[in-house]
Nanobody, 124 residues
């Protein structure tokens, strides 16, 4: 079963960078796509981007396109979210999620495994 653990969150100044990791510590035998989401206090969980199992497909929300990059290393069971040019409005708890059906969209309900989240705070 897929067991996701995020790491790499923290406090950074506006304009800075952070790299988040999503590690699958479970015994995964099936390919899955991996999405990243974020949720700010009092707001809905928003889609950031997604990567296919092979890594050949990535998709991003308009708000992060050109600033954030998702990559994966299946040999290490890890998906990475590289965040550059961070803005205060990027402050949120960031979650990775997996879809055993290979879903590539923005609907959080279509992802069946979730990590616990990691806090990212961008100061102005």
């Amino acid at each position: 079963q897929v067991q996701l653990v995020e790491s790499g969150g923290g406090l950074v100044q506006a304009g800075g960078s952070l790299r988040l990791s999503c590690a699958d510590s479970g015994r995964t035998f099936s390919p899955y796509s991996t999405g990243w989401f974020r949720q700010a206090p009092g707001k809905e969980r928003d889609f950031i981007g997604v990567i296919s199992w092979s890594g050949s497909y990535t998709g991003y929300a308009e708000s992060v396109k050109g600033r954030f990059t998702i990559s994966r290393d299946n040999a290490k069971n890890t998906v990475t979210l590289q965040m550059n040019s961070l803005k205060p409005e990027d402050t949120a708890v960031y979650y990775c999620a997996a879809s055993s059906q290979g879903y590539r969209g923005a609907n959080p309900g279509s992802y069946n495994y979730w990590g616990q989240g990691t806090q990212v705070t961008v100061s102005s």
